[in-house]
């Protein structure tokens, strides 16, 4: 069954500091990789897709993300976190060339950004 | 602005009433998307619809039914058959044969 694996439930950085947060993801298919972000009580915002080609893409607000195939993963980084960046972020994977454009969620990340 | 309106943000109800949500989306998105939050739950499919007059069930769609009539609009009834309504729900659209989906502020439920 697909299934994502976002490993860390919460983690705290320090404003300036880099960021790395994990995902993992279990897919038969090709799949397409999404990053979301969420502030309290709002909806999702993608951050940054990955369908094809360079395995590093770049995303809004100084977001990455790398897709390694060999290890089934698609983690987020930023180099220098920002205050503004403590949010809940889910990684998301979905089908190439799929019927439905159904999407599946991981469990989310919560940021804390320490000043 | 294109994008995707929920209404109303938060929604207070009487535990065993009837509840509908609203969403519309002014993208030009054929696919539309209704999920369930819950703390450390991540997002949960509950129906989707990839063109007007039909949808499907997602993983929770007991003691919930939409209707898709309109492209733009795509309501969620909660109905008094769920039996744990208060959540958080969003509701979502893409273009259909692309996979990333664009979000609604989100309607937060409450049942008592």
């Known amino acids: 069954a697909q299934s994502v694996t976002q490993p860390d439930i919460h983690i705290t950085v320090s404003e300036g500091a880099s960021l790395e947060l994990r995902c993992n993801y279990s897919?038969?298919?090709?799949?397409?990789l999404f990053w979301y972000v969420q502030s309290p009580g709002q909806g999702l915002q993608l951050l940054l897709k990955?369908?094809?080609?360079?395995?590093l893409v770049q995303g809004i607000k100084g977001f990455e993300a790398e897709f390694k195939r060999s290890q089934s993963s698609f983690n987020l980084r930023k180099p220098s976190v920002h205050w503004s960046d403590a949010a809940e972020y889910f990684c998301?994977?979905?089908?190439?060339?799929?019927?439905?454009?159904?999407?599946?969620f991981g469990k989310g990340t919560k940021l804390s950004v320490k000043p | 602005d294109g994008g995707i309106t929920q209404s109303p943000k938060y929604l207070f109800r009487k535990e065993g009433q009837n509840v509908t949500l609203s969403c519309e989306q002014n993208?030009?998105?054929?696919?539309m998307y209704w999920y369930r939050q819950d703390p450390g739950q991540g997002l949960r499919l509950i129906y989707y619809?990839?063109?007007?007059?039909?949808?499907q069930k997602g993983d929770i769609a007991e003691g919930y039914s939409v209707s898709r009539e309109k492209k733009e609009s795509f309501p969620l009834t909660v109905t008094s058959a769920q039996k744990n309504p208060t959540a958080f729900y969003l509701c979502?659209?893409?273009?259909?044969?692309?996979?990333?989906?664009?979000f609604g502020p989100g309607t937060r439920l409450t049942v008592t």
């Open positions: 979502a659209s893409s273009i259909a044969d692309r996979g990333e989906q664009y």
């Open positions: 897919y038969g298919a090709t799949p397409y």
């Open positions: 990955y369908f094809s080609g360079d395995t």
């Open positions: 998301a994977v979905g089908e190439i060339g799929g019927s439905q454009g159904n999407l599946i």
């Open positions: 993208l030009n998105h054929d696919a």
């Open positions: 619809s990839q063109i007007v007059n039909d949808f």
